[in-house]
């Protein structure tokens, strides 16, 4: 089982900042089947990212993926308020399916 | 638009069962399949499994595979994850979620919060 942890725990921005979120994986992910996601209170989770760096439909611009092998970088460039979120990667590339544990992404 | 709907939330007892619906809609459902993955209190995401609607196949996790069977109604685009002999730490959130070939999981459903409590 591949082991995802996400770095930092917790992450104090303020609007406008950039983000850098990490994921590092306990072994290759296979043809960077990772994927990232935000996830708000009370709310499901939204997919932003898959394929290591490829955005998913209607993501934008100023989120941005990447990586390879056993890390992987999400990057929000201009932080808005919206953004402030709860972020999960998950590798896709073995079974079972893995998630880390999650970044915190607060407003400073 | 894709659409993914569950049923209501459910109180169980230690030892009952659940079975959540997904109702799908907007794609091709025998085209995709559907992941199912759980959030306990507070804590992260956990994928369970996945099944295909193409011809019923499954992937289930180590940890529920004793416990759990997933399925699918073609002729109502509706997943089904039921879950047996229930235990306390089974108290989450459940969600579906359409994946094609097991790879990410692009739209989710609403959740379903299941409490286990006696």
């Known amino acids: 089982e591949i082991m995802l942890t996400q770095s930092p725990g917790t992450l104090s921005l303020s609007p406008g900042e950039r983000a850098t979120l990490s994921c590092r994986a306990s072994?290759?992910?296979?043809?960077?089947?990772l994927a990232w996601y935000q996830q708000k209170p009370g709310q499901a989770p939204r997919l932003l990212i898959y394929?290591?760096?490829s955005r998913a439909t209607g993501i934008p611009d100023r989120f941005s993926g990447s990586g390879s092998g056993t890390d992987f970088t999400l990057t929000i460039s201009r932080l808005e308020p919206e953004d402030f979120a709860v972020y999960y990667c998950?590798?896709?590339?073995?079974?079972?399916?893995?998630f880390g544990q999650g970044t915190k992404l607060e407003i400073k | 638009q894709v659409q993914l709907v569950q049923s209501g939330a459910e109180v169980k007892k230690p030892g009952a069962s659940v079975k959540v619906s997904c109702k799908a809609s907007?794609?091709?459902?025998?085209?995709?399949?559907i992941s199912w993955l759980r959030q306990a209190p507070g804590q992260g995401l956990e994928w369970m499994g996945w099944?295909?609607?193409?011809?019923?196949?499954?992937n289930y996790a180590q940890k529920v595979q004793d416990r759990v069977t997933m399925t699918t109604d073609t002729s109502t685009t509706t997943a089904y994850m039921e879950l047996r002999s229930l235990r306390s730490d089974d108290t989450a959130v459940y969600y579906c979620?359409?994946?094609?070939?097991?790879?990410?999981?692009?739209?989710w459903g609403q959740g379903t919060l299941v409490t286990v409590s006696s």
């Open positions: 979620a359409r994946s094609y070939r097991q790879r990410e999981n692009d739209y």
């Open positions: 907007g794609y091709t459902f025998t085209s995709y399949g």
């Open positions: 099944i295909t609607a193409y011809n019923g196949d499954t």
């Open positions: 072994q290759s992910v296979s043809s960077s089947y």
């Open positions: 394929d290591a760096s």
């Open positions: 998950q590798q896709y590339g073995s079974s079972p399916r893995t």
